[in-house]
Structures are given as structure tokens and as C-alpha cells.
């Protein structure tokens, strides 16, 4: 095991990351920019290091300033939480070249899942059902071919996408042309690749996820899956396990599959399989997500397994405890996301002092974050300021210990969207639990 873990990330994920590290008795190092100087995971861990100004890419995505922390303190691994340099294989093939653990998959599963037309390939050839459409294309005239192949609506999708960015969707060959080039130009700036893919839009459809573990001796277990359809403009609000739809059946059927194409990718660590289900109970690959996914905590509610521990174990050479017949779904579980934005001011991002914080308790009830009185929220970064997650034996139970816990939630100083989560739990087709990807667009 590790003796010291350095954290290349910030936030609540990298005050989540220390905790995990504190009862496994690591050492942490924290990385910081200029901007959190004054950041809660800054004064939890046992060393920090300043890497560079406020902005992300002189900071938090500046690999050799990062690396070089590590080196001066030591540390034997580096844990990248989300977001940032978590999917970046270059970061990770450089983590492998200085003899530092990247706690994650290797570089190369990293790219090759990360190319999502490689990806669709590598799942297609393994005999996981994924998406009708057809492969990357750049000639204009030759996507417009297979555009009319695969019927309308589409979506165009960036070949190196993720986070809802480099996605068009095409409802009709009129639009086709402008869809595709804006898609590509995005995707360009966005990810340094403008090549783009194109894929059936499946209308109305729910995004399902499959939590996986795989440790290096072989050993992969599926952790049962997340219901992640609650989504503003392709970025999750709500997510909830187990799914409402989902039923004893096909989730043995999404495990064994998610299983098959974890296998097929050669993954080793913590990553999750997502997948489009249609109202026919067909499911389709979309993409790997190869690092912790932000709600990853509803998982550890209703399974009693510290996924972020075991990313550690796994990194470290450990072998998983359990196996598949050992994981018991009990319960359910609600994850809200708190972003600091105003939705009545079309999601304006908002900063500022926290003057007053109160934070929800209760059996159950948990909220991850790295707010704390007199914190100031940074415009530089993610807007997501915490996430209130609780547990209850049912799913009508667990709404209503969200809604009690959100009208206990009290955070001053900036505006939040705790109320519109409250409303989204309020409303009659989520309560059904009968509900798919168009809900936020269909509420306008």
C-alpha cells in the first residue's frame, strides 16, 4: 500500500479523496492554485503545494508542475478524482514514465476509450450492443450519405467528446450541414480533434450507467447501475440507484454486459459503462467513462462499498474482496447536485462569500463538500459547489428525505439551484419514476 497519495484535483473530490486516504492511513499531498489558497482540502491534507495561478490550465491541468509536486514530496501515486487530468492519457502515460502510480486504467485504455469511435468498435467486436450509426467521417458529402442511412433524427457526436460538448442534434437533413461543422469546430477547440461521429438519436430514452471494478489479476464485479436521466443541456442533476425502470432481469443482462465490454477494453481500476435504454427495454452502449464519476456515491449508499478506497486498493496491487454473487443492492439512494448558478437567470454561474452555511443531517444523509463559513466560491472552476446524497429503504422514502434535507440545506452568499432540484423531486412524472433525458427540455 501507498504511504503517500498526492491529490491532482480540487474541491469536494479532493476533500473526498483525503478522507478516504486519512482512514486507510495514507499520507496526502494537496495540489492548489493561487485562487485556493484558502480551499478546505488545502488544510486537510498533510502537505500542499502551490502549483500556479487561478486559471485551470496554469494550475490543475499543468502536468509538469503537478508532477514535480509529487516528485518533491514524494509521493508514490496520484489520485485525479474527476474532471481535469482524470481521462488525459498523456498525463497518465507521464505518471508511468516518472515511476508515479496513476491511480486509474493504463494511458492506452484511457485513449483507446477516450477515442469513442475506437470504443464503439472494441464494444461492437466484444458483442455489446451499441448505437446504430456509422463510424468517424470528415467529408461532408459522404456524412450527408450516411445521415440519410441512418434517418433522422441524429446526433452528431465528437470523436473525442465528453461533458456534453462537440454533440448536435439533427432533426432534419436542412439542418444537417450546419449541425456537422459546428459540432466539429466545437469539438476542435474543446478537445484538439474535430473528428466527429454519427449515431441514431434514440427518443425518449433514459442514460443508465453500470459501476464496474477491476483489479490486475483479472477480477471484474458490476456494482449494479446508476438512473442519470435527469440532465440540463447533457450534464447530470439528479441521479438515483437503483433505477426505477430497471428491472431483475435486464440488470442481470447489463451486468454481464457491462462484465464482457470491461473485459474487452483490458480495464483495470474504478470506470462506468454507459448506455442508452430505450422504452422497449433495449439498452445500447454510448462510452466508457474511464475515472470516478461524480455520482459514484449513490453506488456506495445502496452497496456499502468505499469505491474510492478501492480505487486506492486496486492501484496498489490488491486483489477485490468480493465477488459479483457478494454485491446486494439494498435500498435506494438520490444524489442532488448543488451548483453554485441562478436558474431563474438562465443558470448564470454565481461567487461570492459564504455568509451563512448550515448543512443537513440525519440518519442517512450526506453531502460532500468543500464549502465551509466564510468560504469564498472562485469564479474559475466548476460551478458544482456540493452534493447532497441520502439512503432510505424505498424510493418514495428516499424522495422525501431529499426534499426534508434540501429545505434544510442553507447556503447564503451565492445562488444555488437547491429550489429546482426541489421541484424536479416535486414533479409527478419523476416521482412515476417513469421519466427520460427530454425532462429538463420538456419543463422549458
Known amino acids: 500500500m501507498f504511504s503517500k497519495l498526492l491529490i491532482a484535483n480540487r474541491g469536494e473530490i479532493a476533500v473526498r479523496i483525503i478522507r478516504a486516504c486519512k482512514e486507510m492511513g495514507i499520507s496526502t499531498v494537496a495540489v492548489f492554485s493561487e485562487a485556493d489558497k484558502t480551499a478546505l482540502h488545502v488544510s486537510l491534507a498533510d502537505e ?17 508542475s503537478i508532477l514535480s509536486a509529487a516528485a518533491v514530496t514524494g509521493a508514490q501515486a496520484i489520485h485525479p478524482g474527476y474532471g481535469l487530468l482524470s481521462e488525459n492519457p498523456k498525463f497518465a502515460a507521464l505518471c508511468e514514465k516518472c515511476n508515479i502510480v496513476f491511480i486509474g486504467p493504463s494511458s492506452d485504455v484511457i485513449a483507446k476509450m477516450g477515442d469513442k ?11 455489446v450492443p451499441v448505437i446504430p450509426g456509422c463510424d468517424v467521417i470528415d467529408d461532408i458529402k459522404e456524412a450527408k450519405t450516411e445521415a440519410d442511412k441512418i434517418g433522422y ?96 432481469e435486464i440488470r442481470k443482462k447489463m451486468i454481464d454486459i457491462s462484465t464482457k465490454a470491461a473485459k474487452a477494453a483490458n480495464y483495470t481500476n474504478a470506470g ?32 456499502g462499498i ?31 447536485r448543488i451548483n453554485s448558478e441562478n436558474p431563474r437567470l438562465d443558470f448564470r454561474p454565481s461567487c461570492g462569500k459564504i455568509s451563512l452555511l448550515h448543512i443537513p443531517g440525519g440518519p442517512w444523509v450526506r453531502f460532500d463538500t468543500a464549502l465551509y463559513q466564510d468560504y469564498v466560491v472562485p469564479p474559475f472552476y466548476d460551478s458544482m459547489i456540493g452534493k447532497l446524497i441520502v439512503h432510505a429503504n424505498t424510493r418514495s422514502e428516499a424522495i422525501r428525505k431529499m426534499q426534508a434535507a434540501l429545505c434544510e440545506l442553507v447556503i447564503e452568499g451565492v445562488e444555488h439551484n437547491s429550489e429546482l432540484q426541489m421541484d424536479i423531486l416535486s414533479d409527478d412524472e419523476f416521482i412515476s419514476g417513469n421519466y427520460f433525458t427530454n425532462f429538463m427540455a420538456k419543463r422549458g
Open 48 to 64: 500542499s503545494i502551490c502549483i500556479g495561478p487561478a486559471a485551470a490550465k496554469d494550475s490543475y491541468l499543468n502536468m509538469a
Open 153 to 248: 433524427p441524429l446526433l452528431v457526436k465528437a470523436k473525442a467528446g465528453g461533458g456534453g460538448r462537440g454533440i448536435r442534434l439533427v432533426n432534419s437533413a436542412d439542418e444537417f450541414e450546419n449541425a456537422f461543422m459546428t459540432a466539429s469546430t466545437e469539438a476542435l477547440g474543446a478537445f484538439g480533434d474535430g473528428a466527429v461521429y454519427m449515431e441514431k438519436y434514440l427518443s425518449p430514452s433514459k442514460h443508465i450507467e453500470m459501476q464496474i471494478l477491476c483489479d490486475k489479476h483479472g477480477n471484474v464485479v458490476c456494482l449494479g447501475e446508476r438512473e442519470c436521466s435527469i440532465q440540463r443541456k447533457n450534464q447530470k442533476l439528479i441521479e438515483e440507484s437503483p433505477s426505477p425502470s430497471i428491472t431483475p
Open 306 to 336: 468505499d469505491i474510492v478506497k478501492w480505487q486506492i486498493r486496486i492501484a496498489s496491487g490488491s486483489k477485490l474482496s468480493f465477488k459479483q454473487e457478494d454485491i446486494k443492492i439494498s435500498g435506494h439512494a438520490i444524489e442532488c
Open 117 to 127: 469511435d475506437i470504443a464503439r468498435k472494441t464494444m461492437r467486436a466484444a458483442g
Open 272 to 303: 462506468t459503462i454507459e448506455f442508452l435504454f430505450d422504452t422497449d427495454g433495449n439498452f445500447y452502449f454510448m462510452e466508457m467513462n474511464t475515472r470516478l464519476q461524480v455520482e459514484h456515491t449513490v453506488t456506495e449508499m445502496v452497496t
